[in-house]
């Protein structure tokens, strides 16, 4: 049986390091995204960004005429199999909640252009509920598709290998089909032991922001613990280590320092407080 064919909708961090790694992996990919100009700096091999062994796996896979990259939604209709949403949830401006102007448009601007049997996979992180809703829409638009959820756990400076040899995979779908598609997918990582967790859409929505909470709470509990210890001459340092042996505690996101920051955990933080 031919593989599935991949596209990644939405080539920014998250995208340009999955259309990369899955072309790694064997597949032919075609990554889209709606900046013309990040799209030409990605098929002439040039990242927008910093990520380790990135930019190698993406000339790499360039160069062997596996990955491609366009700007045209009809050309990933034509093309893909299983569709990658990949696509960017910002903070709204003013508010605490996620901006779902970008996954809307993809799904709205893609939709009318399936014709056959396809799949189309979240990967961003979104609030729980979207997936059910982008499913009710999709079912409208294009009945010849189906909608999973397939939530991505990357770590900046390990994004490659933790595409390529992730801790778990999660799905979340309504029907037995995606599971055996996706496994199909992924059959490189289950071959190697990863585990693969099936849920219901809501749930794999929610264990990316659970996650994300989990690892803001240590990080915010460490730097509370930095107060007490200063207002009492204890070392937070020494404190810190003490509890990393316990490994129900773990030293990850144990360091004490000024807060969190980065491009997930504040606006992620904040759109599941709204």
Known sequence: ?????????????????HAACMAELGFEVLGL????ARIARLAA????????ELQQVLQRNLANGRLRFTTSYQEVADFGDVHFLCVGTPQKAGEYAADLTYIDAAITT????LTRDCLIVGKSTVPVGTAARLAGLLYTLAPVAQLAWNPEFLREGHAVQDTLHPDRIVLGAASERPEKIMREVYAAQLAG?????????????????????????KISFINAMAE?????????T????????????????LGPGLGFGGGCLPKDI?????
């Open 1 to 17: 049986m031919a593989r599935q064919r991949l596209t990644v909708i939405g080539c920014g961090y998250l995208g340009a390091t």
């Open 33 to 36: 995204d709606v900046d013309a």
């Open 45 to 52: 091999g040039d990242l927008p960004f910093y990520e380790p």
């Open 110 to 113: 893609l939709a009318p252009l």
């Open 193 to 217: 032991g990863v585990p693969f967790l099936t849920s219901d859409l809501p749930t794999a929505e929610l264990v990316k922001v659970a996650a994300n909470a989990f690892l803001a709470t």
């Open 228 to 236: 007490v210890c200063e207002a009492t001459g204890a070392d937070v």
């Open 238 to 253: 020494k404190l810190s280590q003490a509890l990393s042996y316990d490994d129900r505690i773990g030293a990850k996101f």
């Open 270 to 274: 904040r759109a599941f407080m709204a």
